[in-house]
């Protein structure tokens, strides 16, 4: 699986704090993803990862 995929299949789309806003967010580990904009470390739990994936079913 190349990057391309790994960001199509594991990247959500969820607020930032750096950015202020929602940003493409990339998994580094089971709750901690990596902002594709700022390349800042985000803290996503089950809340805002299910209102991510609900987002993308619907997309
Ligand atoms: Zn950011």
Same mark, same amino acid.
């Given at each position: 699986?190349?990057?391309? =995929?790994?960001? *199509?299949?594991?990247? /959500?789309? #969820?607020?930032?704090?750096? $950015?202020? =806003?929602?940003? *493409?967010?990339?998994? /580094?580990? #089971?709750?901690?993803?990596? $902002? ?24």
């Amino acid at each position: 699986m190349n990057t391309s =995929d790994r960001l *199509l299949h594991n990247g /959500v789309v #969820a607020m930032c704090p750096d $950015c202020r =806003d929602e940003r *493409l967010l990339v998994p /580094v580990d #089971a709750f901690e993803y990596c $902002c594709t904009t700022c390349d800042a470390a985000v803290l996503l739990f089950d809340e805002a990862v299910n209102t991510a994936v609900r987002e993308r079913a619907t997309a």
